[in-house]
Every structure is written in C-alpha cells, then in structure tokens.
C-alpha cells in the first residue's frame, strides 16, 4: 500500500496538484490510484479485499493526505460511505459493494440536507414503504459515486439508511445536483442527488428505524479516521516550513537559528507526536475494544483537528509571504490550510463533539478496574485485528475509560500528577448542574488536552524501546526531514 502511494515523488507532482486545484479537477493522482486497486484497501478480508486494522487504515489515509488532502478525502468518503454496509448490511449487499468498489467504483454517505444541513432528526428526504423522495445536498462524491448509503424518514417517522446502486435494477428517477464551489478541497466532487419515488430492492441497511443508531456507530470509526487527514496535513506544512527555514538566510544566518522560529517547529513537532499517539491507539482500539469508541472518537476528531489548524498555523507563520503566493514552490501550504479547515465541519463539527464529551463526562468521574490488556493495546508492534465490521460498537461508553485506567494501573512517572489533574477536575465538575453550559464546555476542553497527555505517557512507557528516534525530549531530529520520513515516532520512509 505505502509503495503503490508512495511511488511518485510529492514533489514533481506539487505543480499538477495545485494546477487541478486552481482548475477545480478532480485529481488525477486519485484516479490513478484508484485504477491501480486503493480501494481494494477499503474491503474487508473475509469479502476479497485487503482491509487490515484500522490503525492500518490511518497509516494509509495520513500518507494520501500529506501528497493532496483532495484526494484523501475523496476516496476516505468511499471508507466512509462503506462502513454503514460493512456493519449492518446483510451478505448480498456486502459482496455487491465490495464488487463496486473492487471495479473502482467510488462511494459515499448521503446524510445532509441544504434546508437542515447535519440536523439528522430533521431529515426531510423520505422512505415510504421503501421509495425514498427527497434531495441530499454538500455530498462529496454525489455524482461520481457508484454507490451511496442515504439516511430517510420514513412513514413512522423514523430513519431508515438504504444502499443505493447507480445500476439498472431500480424504479423511480434520480438527478445529480451541480458541483458546489468551496473554499478548500476544490476539486472533490462535492454535490448532491434528488430522489423522486426511487427504490431498489433489498436496498435497506439493518432493520427498520435502525437507521440513527447505524449512523452513529459508523461516525465512531470514521470521526477517528479524520485524524489520518489532520496528520496528513500537519507533516507536509510542518515539513516545508522547515525547508524554508533551513534554507532562508535573513540577518546574516539562517531563520531556523532564530529562537522564535526555532520555538514554532518545535512546538508543531511535539503537538503531532501526541496526536499521531493517540491516533494510533485509538485505531487499535476500533478493532480490540470497541465499546470505548463513542468517547474516544469525540475525543479524536475535536482535539487531533484543533492541534492540527495550529500546527499548519504556525508553519505559515515561519513561511511568511511565501505562504501567500499560490504558485510559490511553498503553494501547497495554502492548499493544505484551506483543504484542513473543512475536516472540523464533516463527521461532526467541534462544537457537536464537544457536546458528545459533556454529555458523557460525569460518568466518567470513577475510574474503573482494568479489565483489558493495555500492554497489547498500547504496543504498536503488536499486530491489531483486522476491522471485520463484526466489531460491537456500543452509543455510549458507559463510564469506561482504558486510557485511565491504565494510568491509575500502571507505574508511570508522570501517574500521580496527571491523576491529581484529572481529580481537580472533576471536583470544579460537581458544581456544574448544566453539562452544555459554558463552564462546563470549558472543563471539557481541558479534560480532552490532559486525556491526550495521558495517553502519551502510556504510548512512550510500552513503545519507548520501539522509536526509530531519541524522543525523550521530543527535539526535533533534522535527519527526520533529511531522510526523507515522516513526523513520526517511527521510521515511515516517504517519498517527497
């Protein structure tokens, strides 16, 4: 998989992919790697495909993501699109979606609307006695789409999420709504489709008004898949800004000598070590404990998203003007920073995943037995499950948190102060009666950094013999960039 990605260098294809972006093209670089079989990466092993473990998956999406945020985020909709069929669709549907996407043929998940936008239980596009009427808007991959999972109201008032084929076997009519114009990702396809009494057959996912409870267990994979867009991104801004810092000769010695600029990288280098941590362990968890993920996955798309518009942020800011001339050799940059800004508004904004935290958070204020193994969770070396879409998902965590209850296990040397933290807390919590009041919004926010940091202690106590590089004060290593790998605790060469 990283070779088929890998296999041209980023840097001779900067200029085609800005071009396709000013053009507002679909990448050619997608389809490229859909012709040669990526999607393939998406199918589970037991249907014919080459779907490992979710920690895999992000690998996979964080490297598409540094060479074109486009492209990844185009074909991650066919991930996206696909899970609701791979966790609740029955044998025949499966093995059709797994043949589409086998044949190149792109997915995606049709939930919104213009009029109520991501207001699921607003939903106006209906399913009566299984035709469905009604148009879906601001979806990415609408038109070029083989296939797609749309969610409907149906006539109990209930919703419905139906596997929909672009083939011949249907009744009723169905029209593509034009490409919408975007700030960033210019060349997706983002559009729509508008039903009028449409119906497949066997085209139901689940059972009748299952369809709210398959939307939420598919955003809890998918919301932590966004954090391969978000690593994706941060490596190639943070990447060469670093260039441009190295090779910038201003006061008579480079820029990089200079502490302020010095601070940025480096602080941008820390900031994705711990998000590239808790990506990973999470991804694990998708496949080993899965009943943790409708926390963890909040978690994961509100924080990792924040760190990264920061990360890229700052190597603007080390870039300077350069960053704002589009056709610079440092172009991708601004690219990036408009590609980024679109993945803390899909699978949930902030604001949503925020609430998710709050809601559950009080739960959270006992810290229960370990009943798991975390040293297989945490080591990386160890070879997670492949993602079957057999995986128990559960709504709510129901006060579990591996994550602390590793901490209050095992003997790390940062235990007694992150344990102190999290009790301090929890005891500004009990005097909060409204859980989506301001004050507690802002406890959240904290909960999530100190959530991360503990994780990070657990990631560096069972990896720390496994890192490619010295990492005990997380400095930089200039041969990371020189030799051509990724910001990463581990070697993952890349060609750029």
């Known amino acids: 998989m990283r070779e088929l990605i890998e296999k041209v260098p980023l840097k001779s294809q900067t200029s085609l992919i800005l071009a396709q972006d000013e053009d507002e093209a679909f990448p050619q670089e997608a389809l490229q790697f859909i012709q040669e079989g990526l999607l393939e990466y998406f199918i589970p092993q037991d249907l014919g495909g080459k779907m490992k473990g979710i920690d895999q998956t992000m690998v996979m999406g964080r490297l598409l993501s540094r060479r074109n945020l486009t492209t990844a985020i185009a074909l991650g909709q066919t991930l996206l699109g696909s899970l609701p069929v791979w966790l609740y669709g029955n044998e025949k549907q499966k093995k059709d979606l797994a043949n589409i996407l086998k044949a190149g043929g792109l997915n995606c998940l049709a939930l919104t609307e213009e009029v109520n936008g991501s207001d699921l239980a607003s939903t106006q596009t209906s399913d009566l006695a ?27 008032q209930v919703l419905n999420v139906h596997f929909i084929k672009k083939s011949d076997d249907y009744q009723g009519t169905f029209k593509n709504i034009d490409k919408l114009k975007t700030l960033g990702i210019r060349g997706a396809d983002i559009s729509g489709i508008e039903f009028t009494e449409f119906s497949q057959v066997n085209s139901q996912i689940g059972k009748a008004g299952q369809g709210l409870e398959i939307i939420l267990k598919t955003m809890q994979v998918s919301r932590l898949l966004c954090a391969s867009f978000s690593l994706g991104a941060s490596d190639t801004t943070l990447r060469r800004a670093f260039e441009f810092a190295q090779a910038r000769i201003l006061y008579g010695k480079p820029i990089i000598e200079i502490p302020a600029v010095w601070e940025k990288l480096q602080k941008s280098f820390q900031d994705l070590l711990i998000i590239e941590a808790f990506s990973l362990v999470c991804a694990r968890m998708v496949t080993m404990n899965p009943e943790v993920m409708s926390l963890y996955s909040a978690f994961s798309k509100f924080y990792t998203t924040k760190i990264a518009d920061q990360i890229i942020l700052r190597s603007t800011e080390v870039l300077g003007a350069r960053f704002y001339i589009r056709d610079s050799e440092f172009g991708i940059t601004q690219k990036m ?17 925020i609430s998710i935290i709050a809601g559950q958070l009080k739960r959270l204020q006992s810290i229960g037995p370990l009943e798991v193994d975390a040293k297989k969770i945490f080591t990386m070396k160890e070879e997670a499950p492949a993602f079957t879409g057999e995986e128990k998902l559960k709504l709510t965590n129901r006060g579990k948190d591996i994550i602390w209850e590793s901490i209050n296990h095992y003997d790390i040397d940062e235990k007694q102060t992150l344990l102190a933290e999290r009790e301090a807390l929890f005891d500004e919590l009990k005097n909060i009666a409204d859980m989506q009041s301001i004050e507690a919004i802002n406890i959240v926010h904290r909960y999530t950094e100190l959530t991360f940091r503990a994780n990070y202690a657990l990631f560096y106590y069972f990896n720390q013999n496994d890192f490619a590089w010295d990492m005990k004060d997380s400095k930089l290593p200039l041969k990371l960039v020189q030799g051509k790998f990724l910001f990463s605790h581990f070697k993952v060469q890349i060609n750029d």
């Open 130 to 156: 299984g035709k469905i009427t009604g148009r879906k808007w601001c979806i990415n991959n609408a038109t070029r789409g083989k296939a797609l999972s749309v969610l409907a109201m149906n006539e109990n």
């Open 337 to 353: 920073m408009r590609d980024h800004r679109v993945v803390s508004l899909f699978d949930g904004n902030s604001d949503v995943n």
